[in-house]
């Protein structure tokens, strides 16, 4: 039957639609927008598609026809709409249930999304590439619908660094405010390395009506140089707390979440310091199309005593911070990001090495139809820039001590991402970061270069 071939024609494209589940997946890649140009003719697929429905409400392929076309414009609700209709026109088709099974859970709604799917496996008639793609979302709905979840990113990479110690690009310097100079170590030196960072998140569904669950990430970075090795860098970092809906009944999505911290940095393979401490977290839906999440941390860091830092202990002291940032969804393929922070460092004991930054920056990111596989999976393209101010309290006299250190740092990042699939992504990314400032000592410029694959899971 030619209504019959054409359905199974389009299943196969229906599926790549659909995709696969997006557990863990940044906004950028959750969803498919296309160009805009190639969004005003979907737009315009999608209306012809509709009125055809209309006229023909029992043709199989029709109804199909526009559950694709609905899928494709990010109307699921029309798209589950058109399949459940093919069902009451013929019950027997468990590639629609399946659909079906994955369009609820992209919708969240799981329990549905699970009677779909197990209807499906218990079909005699039920192919096996259907079954295995039904045994797949049902592990997954089980994983949603569990209290407890694991989930998280690994990434690995290269980078190359013009200035990997990021030191200042000549060897005169000051010192007790004369002029003096370096060795050549210590001088700003380009390095390749390797990159590789990792965050693992569990959640707990605490229940209740404010949506509560228990979230604690770990969080992991690691560089290490081919030649500079005092510009090896690891983190550790751990956060934890509950985190709930705020106002109900008074605004629609605002959550909060308190939290503790620790983390602990190696440099050049010894300890710089560890620190612990506690924040709050608040996220706002402020409309359909901007949202904004603001941090407040205070920090105690402990900074030992090591043989490569013999005086480590003079920044021993409290942080104070602030993170704003909102985003807006200015078209489906454009999203436009701004932040500012601000922060307080107090030592213990030695002023001049307490400071304020602020800064402020954003980002543009534009998402675009796969221009070399043609899969439905957008690359995306980034423009990020941002500027902070530093000001310390005093004048550090070992440096010079008539002058009162400032500096400004402007960094800038172009980053292209190319999904291989839902859990998969290439990211190749270029930077600059410029530091001015009234005491040469701290100047420099490092051009960058990285490569990569994440992985998320």
Not at 22 to 35: C, E, F, K, R, S
Not at 118 to 132: G, I
Not at 438 to 451: D, E, V
Request: with cysteine; charged share 15%.
């Amino acid at each position: 039957m030619r209504q019959g071939k054409q359905l199974t024609r389009c299943l196969a494209f229906f599926a790549i639609v659909v995709g696969a589940p997006t557990i863990g997946v940044p906004t950028a890649y959750a969803q498919t927008p296309a160009l805009p140009t190639a969004a005003t003719d979907k737009e315009r697929a999608y209306d012809d598609a509709f009125q055809e429905m209309l006229r023909q409400p029992s043709n199989l392929d029709v109804l199909f026809k526009f559950a694709m076309v609905a899928a494709q414009n990010g109307d699921i609700e029309g798209a589950i709409s058109a399949l459940e209709r093919m069902l009451l026109v013929d019950p027997d088709l468990p590639r629609i249930r399946l659909e079906l099974g994955v369009l609820y859970y992209r919708l969240g709604s799981y329990e549905v999304a699970r009677t779909y799917l197990e209807t499906t496996l218990q079909s005699a008639s039920t192919p096996p590439d259907v079954r295995s793609r039904a045994q797949q979302f049902l592990a997954e709905v089980e994983k949603r619908q569990s209290p407890s979840r694991f989930e998280g990113e690994v990434f690995g990479g290269f980078r190359y660094q013009s200035n990997a110690n990021l030191g200042p690009a000549t060897s005169s310097v000051l010192l007790f405010g004369q002029t003096a100079n370096l060795n050549q170590a210590a001088i700003g030196t380009a390095d390749w390395g390797t990159v590789t960072s990792g965050a693992v998140r569990h959640i707990y569904e605490l229940g209740g009506q404010d949506k509560g669950q228990l979230e604690t990430q770990i969080t992991a970075y690691a560089n290490r140089q081919f030649q500079v090795q005092a510009a090896n860098v690891s983190i550790i970092d751990l956060t934890s707390g509950p985190r709930f809906q705020a106002f109900q009944g008074t605004f629609q999505d605002i959550s909060v979440k308190p939290f503790l911290t620790a983390g602990y940095i190696w440099v050049n393979d010894t300890s710089f310091y560890g620190a612990y401490g506690s924040g709050l977290e608040v996220g706002a839906l402020l409309s359909d199309r901007l949202r904004n999440t603001t941090i407040a941390v205070a920090r105690r860091q402990l900074h030992p005593n090591t043989w490569y830092l013999p005086t480590n202990d003079q920044f021993n002291g409290w942080e104070y911070s602030g993170t704003t940032t909102f985003q807006y969804q200015l078209a489906p393929t454009i999203s436009i990001f701004g932040n500012a922070n601000i922060q307080r460092y107090e030592t213990d004991s030695t002023p001049w090495q307490n400071y304020v930054v602020a800064g402020t920056g954003g980002s543009l990111q534009f998402r675009f139809d796969d221009p070399l596989f043609k899969s439905d999976l957008p690359w995306a393209i980034a423009l990020t820039a941002n500027v902070q101010w530093w000001t310390y309290d005093q004048a550090d006299a070992t440096v010079d001590p008539t002058v009162t250190r400032q500096q400004k740092d402007t960094i800038l990042s172009l980053a292209l991402t190319v999904p291989f699939d839902d859990r998969t992504t290439m990211t190749i990314s270029g930077g600059r970061f410029v530091r001015t400032a009234n005491l040469s000592n701290y100047q420099f410029t490092n051009n960058s270069f990285l490569m990569g694959v994440s992985w998320r899971f």
